[in-house]
């Protein structure tokens, strides 16, 4: 296993670690004594100390140390600024951005580029500057969707990758162990700090039987998501098995791994085989599946592995369906579908067919769905439906492109977009409805919520595979089972398709298109980092004070917020995304939809200054403005939601210093420590209703601040009469405190990595 072999074609100098895999399941394995899974032998395999760590399923926090990172263009402009304040000179761990969200669908695909281009300027600009200095790899927009060119490029057996988007587990069809999470996680790993994960679950799925006719690696997930719903794969990794594995294309595992993220699997996996090394040698990297054939002992479950559930699916009677409207997890069988959709009043017609997207656009999606359209365009017959192809990267749309399927996708009439997100994240300009308007589109992507396509509530979204979809779009009607059921030719005949035929992996090989890749410049010295001082949608952080040594006292409680506090109350999404680069404009959502105690309004608070009522941001920058430090207190499981490190970065960057609640989601808790804050909760929860919103605090015993100590909160009643004490708990370790006092966890690397 001590070899040098690179992780990728593009990064010659950073080899596979499967020594460090290798060294650590001999451990493991004397400690724990049972045969492995295989999801047990990566995560296991990455431990930062697997001597000494706990490891028990579901409740254990493993310390692991990731082989990777990539992030999309929309979370990695704040984890690239926060790498900046941090003075590092690179990143520690390789790590790739990709311009892929911010590019949206209007006409087709050179000219929405073009467009996107120009739009996005300072935002790409500022990406391609702040990668080249750190040494990250850049993917420039128009090169494809981070899974795809995650799977093309750099995804390996037994890797473990984290990435900035929820879709990251794609890489699970090449074997690697690969989480969606935020961008804190992600500027970690790059400073080289180590990542946390809740020891999963493991969840085996057996697979029997063969892939066959219509039925597609789609159908897996589908059924899947069937059986598990939406929250069933919550704090597990789904990790498949069984003789029907080898009948799936590498890329179809990837399908079927990138879908896991809807039923809130940790991630999604596939034990190693033939299959991924047929497409690792088509994508030039054959020398990766030399090295994984060596190594496929650890590369496969050990035999009586013991998964916490197993499902069984039996690949030669699982039946093509459509999941949704609304959501993933509702699942029709395609010959149901007619009665189902009438019964229920889904439209019948279907506006739009689109095929593509990070989820379904390999060469085998591609080819099939070409055949299914040379098959009915032979018959004389026209598309029924809209019909929009996004490519999932250039490598995928140049193949396509020189094998005659774009050719063939538009001679019928279809519109090929950019090699982007486009309608699968809403960036949709969609022309052919009216807002409101009820309508049907099936679509081979992943995600169906309301509204997520077109911003359309009324929308109906299917997803299912690129065959049914393009199928489908000839009939232009959910009640048409391609299967079975003709359609009137002009001619006057009968038209049934054949099933789809096509090819997991070109024959010519792949074309790789236009270079839209930018490594990292040898001499990084140079590169300077491109900010106009003007901008509204960027702004290079600062970086945090240190804790001034000395406890707080007599501050304001900004907000007293009752009931129900998510990321979202504290820091908003829709038309804020914009300014996700810009810590200063973002912040003025700071808490705007928490729900204040005294008066029972969303951002209208006290201000102890000027004794009349404002709004919250406001309000913190007033107090900030006169160095008054203030907190906030909370409700119950305040942090709900999202990974997302603008909900903790906001209340530190307008002054306060601590949050204190009922009780915290537990990674908005560790976000607001890596943040330098101090979330603390209240030993007797009934001391909540102590506190009025106007009373003045201070945080007492900060200095003797240790794993398990209490902290004192003074509180003097505006109303008048005594002072009184509430005990607080924390959940500070040794190591945190230390990001306390440094003024972040970033700031404390940054000092350890300087002396
Ligand atoms: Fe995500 Fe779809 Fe893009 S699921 S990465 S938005 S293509």
Redesign the pocket.
């Known amino acids: 296993t001590d070899e040098h072999v690179p992780m990728s074609n593009l990064e010659k100098n950073k080899y596979i670690n499967y020594k460090r895999m290798e060294d650590n399941l001999k451990v493991v394995r004397d400690r724990l004594n049972h045969p492995l899974s295989l999801a047990e032998k990566i995560v296991y395999g990455h431990l930062d100390n697997a001597r000494e760590q706990d490891l028990v399923r579901g409740k254990s926090y493993l310390k692991l140390r990731p082989d990777r990172v990539a992030c999309?263009d929309a979370t990695a402009q704040m984890a690239l600024l926060q790498f900046d304040a941090t003075g590092l000179p690179g990143v520690a761990v390789p790590t790739t951005v990709h311009c892929?969200?911010l590019i949206e669908a209007q006409i087709e695909g050179v000219k929405d580029l073009a467009r996107a281009i120009d739009a996005n300027k300072e935002v790409y600009d500022f990406l391609a500057t702040c990668t080249a200095k750190y040494d990250v790899g850049f993917w420039k927009p128009g090169s494809g969707?981070?899974?795809q060119i995650v799977l093309e490029n750099y995804a390996f057996p037994g890797g473990l990758m984290i990435g900035t988007?929820?879709?990251t587990p794609n890489a699970g069809g090449l074997g690697m162990v690969a989480i969606g999470v935020g961008g804190a996680d992600a500027v970690d790993v790059m400073a080289d700090i180590p990542w946390e994960l809740k020891c999963p679950n493991i969840i085996g799925i057996k697979l029997t039987g063969k892939m066959n006719g219509w039925t597609s690696a789609k159908d897996v997930i589908l059924r899947v998501a069937d059986i598990l719903t939406v929250k069933g794969g919550t704090g597990a990794i789904v990790e498949y098995f069984g003789p029907g594995v080898e009948s799936i294309s590498a890329t179809g595992m990837g399908t079927i791994c990138?879908m896991g993220?809807e039923i809130g699997a940790t991630t999604s996996l596939f034990p190693y085989n033939r299959r991924m090394a047929d497409y690792l040698k088509a994508t030039k990297r054959g020398y990766i599946a030399d090295y994984a054939d060596k190594f496929a002992y650890n590369l496969t479950p050990d035999a009586g592995a013991k998964y916490d559930r197993v499902i069984e699916i039996d690949l030669n009677t699982l039946e093509p369906a459509l999941n949704g409207p609304f959501t993933p997890d509702l699942r029709t069988p395609i010959s149901k579908l007619g009665e189902v959709a009438k019964a229920k009043s889904w439209p019948n017609e279907i506006k739009v067919g689109l095929i593509g997207?990070?989820?379904n656009s390999s060469y085998e999606d591609m080819s099939r769905a070409a055949d299914l359209v040379q098959q009915a365009v032979a018959a004389g017959l026209p598309l029924k439906s809209k019909f929009l192809i996004?490519p999932?990267s250039e490598q995928i749309r140049a193949t396509i492109a020189r094998d005659g399927f774009t050719k063939t996708f538009e001679d019928a009439g279809a519109t090929v977009l950019a090699n982007?997100?486009?309608p699968?994240?809403g960036q949709w300009d969609r022309q052919d409805i009216k807002k409101g308007e009820k309508n049907t589109i099936v679509t081979s992507?992943?995600?169906n919520f309301t509204g997520r396509n077109d911003a359309n509530p009324q929308t109906h979204c299917f997803v299912t595979s690129p065959e049914l979809v393009t199928a489908m779009a000839f009939s232009g009607r959910l009640d048409f089972n391609p299967l079975t059921d003709t359609i009137p030719t002009p001619s006057g005949e009968a038209f049934q398709f054949k099933p789809p035929a096509g090819l997991d992996l070109p024959t010519k090989g792949y074309d790789p298109g236009v270079n839209t890749y930018q490594a990292p410049p040898a001499d990084r010295s140079k590169v300077n980092i491109v900010i106009d001082p003007k901008s509204k949608r960027l702004q290079l952080l600062h970086t945090f004070k240190p804790w001034t040594g000395k406890d707080f006292h007599d501050m304001p409680i900004l907000i007293k917020a009752k009931g129900k506090c998510t990321t979202d109350h504290i820091s908003m999404a829709g038309p804020w995304l914009k300014f996700r680069g810009h810590l200063d404009n973002i912040s003025n959502n700071m808490l705007i939809g928490a729900i204040n105690a005294e008066n029972n309004q969303a951002n209208s608070v006290y201000n102890c200054i000027t004794g009349e009522f404002g709004a919250v941001p406001d309000t913190a920058r007033a107090y900030k403005a006169k160095g008054l430090p203030w907190v906030v207190i909370a409700d119950e499981n305040y942090g709900e939601g999202s990974s997302r490190e603008h909900a903790a970065l906001e209340v530190r960057h307008l002054g306060g210093v601590a949050v204190i609640t009922k009780s915290f989601a537990r990674i908005h808790e560790t976000n607001l420590k890596k943040q330098g804050m101090l979330p603390l909760t209240f030993k007797n929860a009934a001391d909540y209703d102590r506190i009025q919103p106007r009373d003045k605090v201070s945080l007492i015993g900060l200095t003797e601040l240790k794993e398990g100590s209490t902290v004192t909160l003074q509180v003097k009643p505006a109303a008048g009469g005594d002072a009184f004490e509430i005990p607080l708990q924390h959940t500070f370790n040794e190591g945190q405190i230390g990001w306390f006092q440094a003024g972040s966890a970033l700031n404390l690397m940054a000092k350890s990595a300087g002396s």
């Open positions: 999309q892929d969200h969707i981070i899974h988007d929820s879709h990138n993220a997207s990070c989820t996004t999932g982007a997100c486009g699968c994240i992507y992943n995600r």
